[in-house]
Nanobody, 118 residues
Framework: QVQLVESGGGLVQPGGSLRLTCTAS????????RKWYRQVSGRERELVAS????????TYGEFVKGRFTISRARAGATVYLQMNSLQPEDTAVYYC???????????WGQGTQVTISS
């Protein structure tokens, strides 16, 4: 059973940075896609970034505009989201997910709150 745990959220001022970490236990997929989503209460969850294996290709939501970087370690068991130039509109709960290639089953973490405020 795959379990995901996010960490690294918190309160930062506009223009600041955070690095989110998502660690997966029981993660043994050699071909997979890992994603970060975010959700504001009352709104749909939106894709922030994704990274796939084995090619390492990355995609980002349009709103990212070069400010965020997704990366991986430990054969994809750990995924990071480096967020720079944060703005109040980036305030949300950030979730990570994991999916084995060719599967329709997503594993989710519990989320970590990111708040951007002065």
């Amino acid at each position: 059973q795959v379990q995901l745990v996010e960490s690294g959220g918190g309160l930062v001022q506009p223009g600041g940075s955070l690095r989110l970490t998502c660690t997966a236990s029981g993660f043994t997929f050699s071909r997979y896609i890992r994603k970060w989503y975010r959700q504001v209460s009352g709104r749909e969850r939106e894709l922030v970034a994704s990274i796939t294996s084995p090619d390492g290709s990355k995609t980002y939501g349009e709103f990212v505009k070069g400010r965020f970087t997704i990366s991986r370690a430990r054969a994809g068991a750990t995924v990071y989201l480096q967020m720079n130039s944060l703005q109040p509109e980036d305030t949300a709960v950030y979730y990570c997910s994991a999916r084995q290639a060719y599967s329709s089953n997503d594993y989710w973490g519990q989320g970590t709150q990111v708040t951007i405020s002065s």
